[in-house]
């Protein structure tokens, strides 16, 4: 991740490289993916089944607070590097300064790994095979019906990600003149309003249970979905409205997305499917989001980002009920 990252700071421009790149960005940014997937290891879930019965919801959260943190820095850098630099210095080598500074994170993540495999508790979950990989084609010729209902459990909550976060802004800049450093400042908010429902979700998860407060959130997220387009489309508090409400339903919804089905696996194929089932989910709901949503929203109109979210929460939804269905049917 470090080198994938970094390695986008030091880019050739278009004009000294022209097509490679855009070959060697995209190199890169698969090369994020891989690292992503491969350190979305898991562990969340396989914490949350270990906890202590009234806490997994807490448990399940603990792991997610990485996003909001992670973004209100990125976005923090961004903010500041267009305020304090012109434009032409912002293109010419600005935007490459946080993914420089970004593989300082990178090293302390890096520590912070190799602190926790010398941990009691991750020794035991060795000891208890709960951590060991299987081929991807076993798992998924046994378990497939687990692997496509987790990843569509989580589908709304994924979704509306990068459609508070990557999306608003792409469409800010190329249809208005709104400052994008002022909006990134709001979004910064949003984030912490995400962090805080991401703690309150795991306090209500353990209440309520976890997919109950999947199932609710997804509803509404549906919701919102309908007034989407409305407040994108109104003006700049129309737009404030929109990131600050989908940042507080995304952190209520995203604390508990991480594994919520994952205890369908059996042991043996727990850890695997858990991963899996994560990147799937961010394949489908999130990766084509902001492209989808610009793509429709340009050819069609604002409306039909709101009908592709309330797809996601309609799968999520479907997927869950399913999923009780199957519990009952096979116990």
């Not at 800010?172 to 984030?191: E, H, N």
């Not at 991401?198 to 959130?217: N, P, Q």
């Amino acid at each position: 991740m470090g080198v994938s990252t970094a390695g986008i700071a030091f880019l050739p421009d278009y004009a000294s490289l022209g097509t490679w790149s855009i070959v060697i960005l995209s190199i890169l940014r698969i090369g994020q993916g891989v690292a992503q997937g491969g350190s979305w290891d898991g562990l969340p879930s396989l914490l949350a089944l270990n906890a202590p019965e009234n806490k997994r919801g807490w448990y399940a959260a603990i792991g997610q607070l990485g996003a909001p943190i992670g973004f209100i820095i990125a976005a923090g850098l961004f903010a500041y590097m267009l305020t304090n630099l012109s434009q032409l210095d912002f293109l010419d080598w600005g935007w490459r300064y946080p993914f420089y500074v970004a593989f300082a994170i990178n090293v302390v993540a890096l520590f912070a790994r190799l602190r926790l495999v010398t941990t009691h508790e991750y020794s035991h979950l060795l000891d208890e095979h709960q951590l060991d990989p299987v081929p991807v084609g076993e798992l998924m010729s046994t378990q497939a019906r687990n692997v496509i209902i987790g990843a569509l459990a989580a589908l709304a909550s994924y979704a509306l990600f990068h459609l508070v976060t990557v999306f608003p802004l792409s469409w800010i800049s190329l249809t208005s003149q709104r400052s994008l450093a002022g909006f990134l400042q709001v979004q910064m908010v949003g984030a912490v309003l995400m962090t805080i429902g991401i703690i309150i979700s795991g306090f209500v998860a353990d209440r309520y249970g976890r997919r109950r407060t999947l199932g609710t959130l997804a509803t509404m997220i549906g919701i919102f979905s309908l007034f989407a387009h409305f407040l994108i489309g109104l003006n700049e508090t129309g737009q404030d409205a929109f990131i600050l409400i989908g940042f507080a339903l995304l952190g209520l919804s995203y604390g508990q997305a991480a594994g919520a089905v994952t205890a369908n696996f059996p042991q043996r194929y727990r850890y695997t499917g858990a991963a899996l089932t994560s990147d799937f989910a961010w394949l489908v709901g999130a990766g084509f989001a902001p492209l989808v949503a610009l793509g429709v929203a340009s050819n069609f109109g604002l409306a039909y980002v709101g009908v592709y979210l309330l797809s996601g929460a309609a799968s999520s939804l479907a997927a869950l009920s399913i999923n009780r269905a199957w519990n009952i049917r096979d116990n």
